[in-house]
C-alpha cells in the first residue's frame, strides 16, 4: 500500500466535504438527533387527565381522591357527572382516565367487606395506559395500606429500590442508547455518500483506469468518515452528561474502544450500501432503512431485549447496535466494565462485526465497471 497515494486521496476527500459543506452535517446531524429524541422519546406518563367521580363522599372516600389529587401522575378533576357522560369524555379524547368511587365504600371497609373500585383507562396507546394502570395500582395499594383497619393487610410491607437509575430518569434511560443510534446512522450514511458520490458524477473511472489499488482506495475514502466521526463519540459523550445530566460511572476508555469498533461496523454497512447503490438518494434511503429501523427497534432503548421472543430475538442479536449498547449502558449507569464476561464477548463480537464488514465489502467491490 502506498501511504503517498492515501494521502492524497484523503485531502481530496477532505476538501470536497468542506467545499461542500458535508462536514457540517456530519456534526450537526448527530447533535440535532441527541438533542430531539433526548428530550422528545418520554417513558414516563405525568399528569395524565383523570376524572374522578365519588359516589361515596366519606372521609376514606376523600382521603383516597386526595392521594390521586397530590400525585404529579395525575391532573385529578373531582366531578358529579354520570359514569356515561364521563366515559363518553373518555371516548371524544378528553379525559384518559375514570376512577370511580362506589356508595358504600367507607361503610364496607368498616366491616371487613370486600369492595370495588371503577378504573377506566383510554386503551388507544397500549403501552401508555398499561403504565397507566401500574400508577393507579400503586396509589391503591398505598392508600390501602394506610387506611385499613385490619392489622393482616399491613403484616406485608414493600420496601422498592432502584438499581442504576434510582431518579427513574427518562435522560438516562434514552440518552446512552441515542449515542449507539447516532453512531450507526451517521457514519454509514457518510460512508456511502463518499463512494456513491463518485459513481453518480462518473469520477468512479478515475479510479477504474488508475493504477491504484481498491485497498488504498478505500482507506482512503473510509478514514475521514471514521476521524470525524471519531470527534463525535466525544461530542455526544459531552451531550450526554452536560447537557443532559447522565451520570458516568465506568470506564471511559472502554467506551472509547467500544465506540470505534462500532464505527468500523458503520463503515462497513456504508460500504455494502454504496456497492448496490448508484445515486445518492438511493444509499441515503437506503441506508437509513437498514440503520434506523433497528437502531430503534432492536437496541435494547425502547424494549429489553430479554422480553423478546421468537423471530425477534434472533433479529436483535444480528445486528451490532444492541453489542454497543449493552457496554454503553454499563458505561454510564453501572460501571461493571471488563469484569462482565458479556462485556468481554461483546467487545470481541463487535470487532468481529466491524473486521467481518469491511472485508465482506472489500471483496465485493470490483474495480471495474459493472
Not at 10 to 31: A, D, G, N, Q, W
Amino acid at each position: 500500500m502506498k501511504l503517498g497515494v492515501v494521502k492524497a486521496y484523503m485531502l481530496k476527500e477532505f476538501r470536497e466535504l468542506i467545499r461542500s459543506r458535508l462536514i457540517v452535517i456530519v456534526y450537526l446531524l448527530p447533535t440535532m438527533i441527541i438533542i430531539l429524541f433526548g428530550y422528545g422519546i418520554r417513558m414516563e406518563v405525568t399528569h395524565a387527565r383523570t376524572l374522578l367521580i365519588d359516589n361515596d363522599g366519606s372521609k376514606l372516600s376523600m382521603e383516597l381522591a386526595a392521594k390521586f389529587e397530590h400525585s404529579k401522575y395525575f391532573n385529578t378533576r373531582e366531578m358529579t357527572v354520570s359514569e356515561e357522560e364521563a366515559l363518553h369524555r373518555i371516548k371524544t379524547a378528553k379525559a384518559d382516565l375514570l376512577i370511580v368511587i362506589p356508595s358504600g365504600f367507607e361503610r364496607r371497609l368498616l366491616h371487613g367487606v370486600r369492595t370495588e373500585i371503577g378504573v377506566f383507562i383510554d386503551g388507544a396507546f397500549p403501552v401508555r395506559a398499561q403504565t397507566l394502570a401500574h400508577y393507579v395500582t400503586g396509589v391503591l395499594y398505598d392508600a390501602a395500606s394506610r387506611l385499613s383497619l385490619h392489622p393482616p393487610a399491613t403484616l406485608i410491607s414493600l420496601n422498592v429500590r432502584n438499581l442504576f437509575n434510582q431518579a427513574m430518569r427518562d435522560e438516562d434511560a434514552i440518552v446512552p442508547g441515542l449515542i449507539g443510534l447516532i453512531l450507526l446512522v451517521a457514519p454509514a450514511i457518510l460512508a456511502a455518500l463518499l463512494i456513491v458520490k463518485e459513481k453518480e458524477e462518473g469520477t468512479i473511472f478515475n479510479f477504474f483506469s488508475s493504477p491504484v489499488r481498491k485497498s488504498e482506495f478505500l482507506v482512503a475514502k473510509l478514514t475521514p468518515p471514521f476521524l470525524l466521526h471519531s470527534v463525535n463519540i466525544f461530542v455526544l459523550f459531552l451531550w450526554a452528561t452536560w447537557l443532559f445530566q447522565v451520570p458516568f460511572r465506568g470506564s471511559f476508555i472502554l467506551y472509547l474502544l467500544a465506540a470505534e469498533l462500532y464505527l468500523l461496523s458503520s463503515l462497513g454497512i456504508g460500504l455494502l450500501v454504496s456497492i448496490v447503490t448508484r445515486t445518492q438518494i438511493v444509499a441515503i434511503v437506503l441506508t437509513v432503512i437498514i440503520t434506523i429501523i433497528p437502531g430503534f427497534l432492536y437496541s435494547g432503548m425502547l424494549m429489553p431485549i430479554s422480553s423478546m421472543s421468537g423471530e425477534s430475538k434472533i433479529e436483535a442479536h444480528l445486528y451490532p447496535v444492541m453489542y454497543f449498547n449493552h457496554i454503553v449502558y454499563d458505561s454510564f449507569l453501572i460501571g461493571q466494565g471488563l469484569d462482565s464476561p458479556k462485556i468481554r464477548l461483546y467487545l470481541l463480537i463487535l470487532a468481529f462485526y466491524g473486521t467481518g464488514l469491511l472485508l465482506l465489502g472489500s471483496v465485493l467491490m470490483k474495480k471495474e465497471l459493472q
